[in-house]
């Protein structure tokens, strides 16, 4: 069975740090590419970043967050991790990591197989 667990999510100020992990069991993850989604309230889950488990090539969504959020993964705990600077109110959402095994279209939701149930990460001013 197949499980996406993150953790690190919290209430921080603007400016703060915090770390995400995803940790990944129940099958092989060699050929997927991981995925950090968000979704703020009221609004539709909107794609983060991804990484390539084989290559470690990663993406990111648009300047919104490049240069802040860093996706790197740990091979060895199978776990993938978000690393958020700089943390802005905008930033605050119900943070999710998936799976694709169909990694040409890591942007999109409807690509991805697996999801975690999500951390609450919230930016106060």
């Known amino acids: 069975q197949v499980q996406l667990v993150e953790s690190g999510g919290g209430l921080v100020q603007a400016g703060d740090s915090l770390r995400l992990s995803c940790a990944a069991s129940g099958r092989t993850f060699s050929g997927y590419t991981m995925g950090w989604f968000r979704q703020p309230p009221g609004k539709e889950r909107e794609f983060v970043a991804a990484i390539r488990w084989s290559t470690g090539t990663t993406y990111y969504t648009d300047s919104s967050v490049k240069g802040r959020f860093t996706i790197s993964r740990d091979n060895a705990k199978n776990t993938v991790y978000l690393q958020m600077t700089g943390l802005k109110p905008e930033d605050t959402a119900v943070y999710y990591c998936?799976?694709?095994?169909?990694?040409?279209?890591?942007?999109?939701?409807?690509?991805?197989?697996?999801w975690g149930q999500g951390t609450q990460v919230t930016v106060s001013s």
């Open positions: 998936a799976a694709t095994n169909y990694g040409a279209t890591y942007y999109h939701k409807e690509s991805y197989d697996y």
